[in-house]
């Protein structure tokens, strides 16, 4: 972020230094204020997510484990054959302003979990260790799909509350100590000058009175 400034010593620009710096004080409140309140929003949706991936975790540890037990016993052929009929899933997304941050919501998801009798296999030749891997797998999905717009939303925070930051940091300790050096330095040498004509004014009327 740079800001051009004439820093020839006027009172015209003096003013506006001094206008700049105020408004510049005033971005740095408003920043500083937006930051917190995404930081809210960022804690507000934190635990749900913790808990949302704690789930995650469970259904992972029961899906991969499972799934090895159905190859172990029954082969891939069979572990296979539990995915028919193939189908197409899909999910409505819409999308939604979070702190003018563009972020998306699923408003409509398939139920992905089926019961032996959607999959359209025959109960003998379908072994149990199959059903189950594939149910697991199924739950896992499930919950990443709906986990899914929290952690983009998340993600979506983080990012504006470091850049926020870095627009804050940019101002106090770039933008603002300039504008204030270049204040102070116009209005010591507007100073200076003021008293230096103020010599100037006595010295020319004692010597007229003389």
Same mark, same amino acid.
């Given at each position: ?33 937006? %930051? ?24 992972? /540890? ?33 999308? /939604? ?30 072994? /149990? ?18 986990? /899914? ?16 930051? %870095? ?5 106090? %300790? ?27 004014? %006595? ?8």
């Amino acid at each position: 972020m740079r800001y051009s400034l004439d820093s020839r010593p006027t009172r015209l620009n003096l003013l506006r230094s001094r206008r700049r710096l105020d408004r510049v004080r005033e971005g740095a409140d408003l920043l500083r204020r937006k %930051r917190e309140a995404l930081v809210r929003e960022l804690l507000g949706h934190a635990r749900p997510a913790v808990d949302e991936r704690e789930r995650i975790g469970h259904a992972a /540890a029961a899906a991969y484990p499972a799934l090895v037990d159905a190859l172990g016993q029954r082969g891939s052929s069979d572990v296979l054959a539990t995915a028919e009929p193939v189908r197409v899933v899909g999910v409505t997304v819409r999308s /939604a302003q979070v702190w003018g941050l563009a972020v998306g919501s699923v408003s409509e998801a398939p139920t992905l979990e089926r019961t032996l009798e959607a999959r359209g296999t025959a109960p003998g030749p379908t072994g /149990a260790a199959s059903v189950e891997a594939a149910q697991a797998f199924e739950t896992l999905t499930q919950l990443l799909i709906e986990a /899914a717009p929290r952690e983009m939303l998340l993600r979506r925070l983080g990012q504006a509350v470091a850049q926020t930051s %870095r627009q804050v940091r940019a101002l106090e %300790r770039r933008v603002e100590p300039a504008l204030t050096s270049a204040v102070s330095t116009m209005t010591n040498l507007l100073d200076e000058r003021e008293r230096e004509e103020h010599m100037r004014l %006595r010295h020319f009327l004692r010597h007229r009175e003389q």
